[in-house]
Protein backbone atom coordinates (compact mmCIF):
# COMPACT_ATOMS: atom_id res chain seq x y z
CA UNK A 1 0.00 0.00 0.00
CA UNK A 2 1.08 3.80 -0.17
CA UNK A 3 0.42 4.08 3.63
CA UNK A 4 2.70 3.71 6.40
CA UNK A 5 2.15 -0.01 7.80
CA UNK A 6 3.80 -1.38 10.99
CA UNK A 7 3.93 -4.85 12.61
CA UNK A 8 2.79 -6.30 14.59
CA UNK A 9 -0.61 -4.68 14.72
CA UNK A 10 -0.84 -6.48 18.24
CA UNK A 11 1.48 -7.89 20.92
CA UNK A 12 1.16 -9.73 23.72
CA UNK A 13 4.29 -10.39 25.70
CA UNK A 14 5.59 -11.62 29.57
CA UNK A 15 7.85 -9.27 31.31
CA UNK A 16 11.48 -9.48 30.48
CA UNK A 17 10.78 -10.64 26.71
CA UNK A 18 12.45 -8.45 24.03
CA UNK A 19 9.95 -6.95 21.49
CA UNK A 20 10.43 -5.70 17.82
CA UNK A 21 8.67 -3.54 16.21
CA UNK A 22 8.77 -2.55 12.20
CA UNK A 23 8.07 0.42 10.29
CA UNK A 24 7.57 1.32 6.80
CA UNK A 25 7.60 4.72 5.71
CA UNK A 26 6.07 6.21 2.72
CA UNK A 27 8.50 5.67 -0.12
CA UNK A 28 10.47 8.67 -0.80
CA UNK A 29 9.83 10.35 3.00
CA UNK A 30 13.28 10.90 4.69
CA UNK A 31 12.18 11.32 7.77
CA UNK A 32 10.92 9.20 10.00
CA UNK A 33 9.45 9.90 13.52
CA UNK A 34 8.61 7.25 16.37
CA UNK A 35 5.91 7.86 18.92
CA UNK A 36 3.96 6.36 21.90
CA UNK A 37 0.71 6.92 23.29
CA UNK A 38 0.33 5.09 27.02
CA UNK A 39 -3.66 5.03 27.95
CA UNK A 40 -4.92 8.58 28.73
CA UNK A 41 -1.67 10.23 27.29
CA UNK A 42 -0.68 11.91 24.10
CA UNK A 43 1.71 11.24 22.10
CA UNK A 44 5.09 10.94 23.46
CA UNK A 45 8.20 11.20 21.13
CA UNK A 46 11.08 8.54 20.80
CA UNK A 47 13.58 8.74 17.81
CA UNK A 48 13.75 10.87 15.07
CA UNK A 49 15.67 9.64 11.73
CA UNK A 50 16.47 12.02 8.61
CA UNK A 51 18.47 10.59 5.81
CA UNK A 52 21.60 9.64 6.49
CA UNK A 53 21.93 12.10 9.52
CA UNK A 54 22.76 10.48 13.24
CA UNK A 55 19.22 9.99 14.58
CA UNK A 56 17.67 12.38 17.17
CA UNK A 57 16.97 9.45 20.29
CA UNK A 58 16.29 12.71 22.68
CA UNK A 59 13.21 10.90 23.35
CA UNK A 60 14.09 7.37 24.25
CA UNK A 61 13.06 6.76 28.08
CA UNK A 62 16.01 4.44 28.81
CA UNK A 63 18.31 2.20 27.45
CA UNK A 64 16.46 -0.87 26.94
CA UNK A 65 14.71 1.19 24.25
CA UNK A 66 17.14 1.31 20.60
CA UNK A 67 15.61 1.67 16.98
CA UNK A 68 17.89 1.20 13.93
CA UNK A 69 16.37 2.33 10.12
CA UNK A 70 18.21 1.45 7.37
CA UNK A 71 18.87 4.40 4.95
CA UNK A 72 15.68 5.66 3.96
CA UNK A 73 13.37 2.93 3.84
CA UNK A 74 12.42 0.04 6.77
CA UNK A 75 12.90 1.35 10.80
CA UNK A 76 12.88 -1.41 14.04
CA UNK A 77 12.21 -0.42 17.56
CA UNK A 78 13.62 -2.50 20.06
CA UNK A 79 12.51 -2.69 23.48
CA UNK A 80 14.62 -5.05 26.01
CA UNK A 81 13.60 -6.55 28.31
CA UNK A 82 10.51 -5.21 28.89
CA UNK A 83 8.22 -3.44 31.73
CA UNK A 84 4.65 -3.58 32.33
CA UNK A 85 5.20 0.50 31.61
CA UNK A 86 6.35 -0.16 28.44
CA UNK A 87 2.63 -1.08 27.32
CA UNK A 88 1.67 1.60 24.99
CA UNK A 89 0.48 2.20 21.21
CA UNK A 90 3.61 2.74 19.58
CA UNK A 91 3.58 5.06 16.29
CA UNK A 92 5.07 5.41 13.26
CA UNK A 93 5.04 8.69 11.12
CA UNK A 94 6.87 9.51 8.26
CA UNK A 95 6.90 12.60 6.09
CA UNK A 96 8.89 14.42 3.03
CA UNK A 97 11.21 16.24 5.24
CA UNK A 98 11.73 16.93 9.29
CA UNK A 99 9.70 19.02 11.45
CA UNK A 100 8.65 22.70 10.67
CA UNK A 101 7.57 22.16 6.83
CA UNK A 102 5.12 19.57 6.16
CA UNK A 103 2.73 16.79 8.11
CA UNK A 104 3.17 13.80 9.23
CA UNK A 105 1.91 10.47 8.11
CA UNK A 106 0.98 7.99 10.38
CA UNK A 107 0.92 4.33 10.66
CA UNK A 108 -1.89 2.47 12.31
CA UNK A 109 0.18 1.73 15.26
CA UNK A 110 1.38 -1.44 17.00
CA UNK A 111 -0.06 -2.08 20.58
CA UNK A 112 2.00 -3.84 22.75
CA UNK A 113 0.81 -5.20 25.78
CA UNK A 114 3.55 -6.40 28.89
CA UNK A 115 1.31 -9.14 31.09
CA UNK B 1 6.56 18.67 30.90
CA UNK B 2 3.72 19.24 28.51
CA UNK B 3 4.54 21.93 26.11
CA UNK B 4 1.46 21.57 24.42
CA UNK B 5 -1.61 21.39 26.77
CA UNK B 6 -5.16 20.24 25.67
CA UNK B 7 -6.93 20.71 28.59
CA UNK B 8 -10.62 19.78 27.69
CA UNK B 9 -10.55 15.73 27.44
CA UNK B 10 -13.77 15.76 25.94
CA UNK B 11 -16.38 17.89 23.31
CA UNK B 12 -20.08 17.14 22.93
CA UNK B 13 -21.46 18.97 20.01
CA UNK B 14 -24.97 18.51 18.26
CA UNK B 15 -25.04 18.01 14.86
CA UNK B 16 -24.64 21.36 12.43
CA UNK B 17 -23.59 23.66 14.94
CA UNK B 18 -19.62 24.62 15.93
CA UNK B 19 -17.09 22.33 17.80
CA UNK B 20 -14.81 24.49 19.39
CA UNK B 21 -11.52 22.56 20.07
CA UNK B 22 -8.62 24.74 22.11
CA UNK B 23 -4.75 24.03 22.62
CA UNK B 24 -2.15 26.01 24.67
CA UNK B 25 1.48 25.86 24.08
CA UNK B 26 4.69 27.18 26.41
CA UNK B 27 7.01 27.10 24.00
CA UNK B 28 7.25 30.56 22.44
CA UNK B 29 9.75 29.04 20.04
CA UNK B 30 7.08 26.77 18.08
CA UNK B 31 6.23 28.10 14.93
CA UNK B 32 4.10 25.19 12.90
CA UNK B 33 1.17 23.75 14.48
CA UNK B 34 -1.09 21.13 13.24
CA UNK B 35 -4.25 19.60 13.95
CA UNK B 36 -4.71 15.89 13.89
CA UNK B 37 -7.86 13.53 13.66
CA UNK B 38 -8.04 10.16 15.17
CA UNK B 39 -10.21 7.14 15.05
CA UNK B 40 -10.22 3.96 17.15
CA UNK B 41 -7.76 1.21 15.85
CA UNK B 42 -6.03 4.05 13.31
CA UNK B 43 -3.02 5.95 13.15
CA UNK B 44 -4.02 9.57 13.73
CA UNK B 45 -4.45 11.50 10.40
CA UNK B 46 -3.35 15.38 9.42
CA UNK B 47 -6.22 18.20 9.18
CA UNK B 48 -4.94 21.22 8.91
CA UNK B 49 -2.00 23.22 9.47
CA UNK B 50 -1.22 27.16 10.28
CA UNK B 51 2.32 28.87 9.93
CA UNK B 52 3.14 31.45 12.96
CA UNK B 53 3.05 34.15 10.21
CA UNK B 54 -0.82 33.40 10.07
CA UNK B 55 -2.94 33.86 12.38
CA UNK B 56 -5.70 32.04 10.38
CA UNK B 57 -6.43 29.28 7.95
CA UNK B 58 -9.33 28.09 6.80
CA UNK B 59 -9.70 25.05 4.72
CA UNK B 60 -13.47 23.81 4.10
CA UNK B 61 -15.46 23.50 7.66
CA UNK B 62 -12.79 23.36 9.04
CA UNK B 63 -10.83 26.91 10.25
CA UNK B 64 -7.64 26.93 13.01
CA UNK B 65 -7.12 30.15 14.51
CA UNK B 66 -3.63 31.15 16.32
CA UNK B 67 -3.12 33.40 19.05
CA UNK B 68 0.66 33.83 19.22
CA UNK B 69 0.39 36.34 22.28
CA UNK B 70 -1.58 34.09 24.41
CA UNK B 71 -0.02 30.95 22.88
CA UNK B 72 -2.89 29.74 22.09
CA UNK B 73 -4.77 28.26 18.69
CA UNK B 74 -8.27 26.89 18.57
CA UNK B 75 -9.84 24.53 15.72
CA UNK B 76 -13.57 25.46 14.53
CA UNK B 77 -15.52 22.96 12.68
CA UNK B 78 -19.00 24.04 11.37
CA UNK B 79 -21.07 23.09 10.99
CA UNK B 80 -20.38 19.83 12.95
CA UNK B 81 -21.28 16.20 11.40
CA UNK B 82 -21.83 12.41 12.88
CA UNK B 83 -18.65 11.58 11.28
CA UNK B 84 -16.31 13.96 12.93
CA UNK B 85 -16.76 12.30 16.15
CA UNK B 86 -12.93 10.86 16.82
CA UNK B 87 -10.03 12.45 18.91
CA UNK B 88 -8.26 15.45 18.15
CA UNK B 89 -4.57 16.13 18.74
CA UNK B 90 -2.84 19.41 18.67
CA UNK B 91 0.53 19.51 17.67
CA UNK B 92 3.57 22.10 17.49
CA UNK B 93 7.35 22.37 16.33
CA UNK B 94 10.08 24.87 15.85
CA UNK B 95 12.26 25.59 13.18
CA UNK B 96 14.97 24.47 15.62
CA UNK B 97 14.20 21.12 16.15
CA UNK B 98 13.12 18.00 15.29
CA UNK B 99 10.17 16.75 16.77
CA UNK B 100 6.34 17.70 16.68
CA UNK B 101 5.09 17.87 19.96
CA UNK B 102 1.70 16.62 21.09
CA UNK B 103 -1.33 17.63 23.02
CA UNK B 104 -3.30 14.76 24.73
CA UNK B 105 -6.36 14.82 23.10
CA UNK B 106 -9.90 16.23 23.12
CA UNK B 107 -12.32 13.62 21.90
CA UNK B 108 -15.16 15.14 20.24
CA UNK B 109 -18.84 13.79 19.53
CA UNK B 110 -21.03 15.18 17.40
CA UNK B 111 -24.65 13.99 18.21
CA UNK B 112 -26.83 13.64 15.78
Known amino acids: GAGVSQSPSNKVTEKGKDVELRCDPI?????LYWYRQRLGQGLEFLIY????????KSGLPSDRFSAERTGESVSTLTIQRTQQEDSAVYLC?????????????FGEGSRLTVL | DQQVKQNSPSLSVQEGRISILNCDYT??????FLWYKKYPAEGPTFLIS?????DKNEDGRFTVFLNKSAKHLSLHIVPSQPGDSAVYFC???????????FGTGTSLTVIP
Open chain 1, 93 to 105: ASSWSGANTGELF
Open chain 1, 27 to 31: SGHTA
Open chain 2, 50 to 54: ISSIK
Open chain 2, 91 to 101: AASANTGNQFY
Open chain 1, 49 to 56: FQGNSAPD
Open chain 2, 27 to 32: NSMFDY
